[in-house]
């Protein structure tokens, strides 16, 4: 029982590392690399895309989405520190987080209406 326990706990991670999520890379013209990471379960729907700098570090807009396409957070990022607003979409409000230095400085919440 417990070397067949084993074999499933070895088949599943397996498994699980095998899929490997696809990312493209491309270069800006202000010395940026742009990345686009796909879902692993259906890699032509975008999971969320934005910048590297030359150092390698997070900087700029990050935007992440569900599965159907809808944005979920809006992100900024200065040389790999959270800086500026970020934006959370949820399905009945917006959450507004204020970033200054990786540190929080302000939190909002606003219902969001539709007509």
């Known amino acids: 029982m417990?070397?067949?326990?084993?074999?499933v706990l070895l088949l599943f991670c397996v498994t699980t590392f095998a899929q490997e999520q696809k990312v493209d890379y491309k270069k800006t013209d202000n010395n940026?690399?742009?990345?686009?990471?796909?879902f692993t379960t259906n890699t032509s729907v975008i999971e969320k895309e934005g910048f590297f700098n030359k150092d390698g570090k997070l900087h700029g807009i990050w935007t992440s989405y569900d599965l159907a396409g809808n944005k979920t957070t809006v992100a900024e990022?200065?040389?790999g520190v959270k800086?500026?607003?970020?934006?959370?979409?949820?399905?009945?409000k917006i959450n507004m987080v204020t970033?200054?230095?990786?540190?929080?400085i302000k939190v909002e919440?606003?219902?969001?209406?539709v007509n």
């Open 2 to 7: 417990k070397t067949l326990l084993n074999i």
């Open 32 to 38: 940026l690399v742009k990345a686009t990471y796909y």
């Open 77 to 79: 990022y200065k040389n």
């Open 83 to 92: 800086e500026g607003v970020w934006t959370y979409f949820k399905e009945d």
């Open 99 to 104: 970033y200054n230095n990786n540190k929080i």
């Open 109 to 113: 919440e606003k219902a969001l209406v």
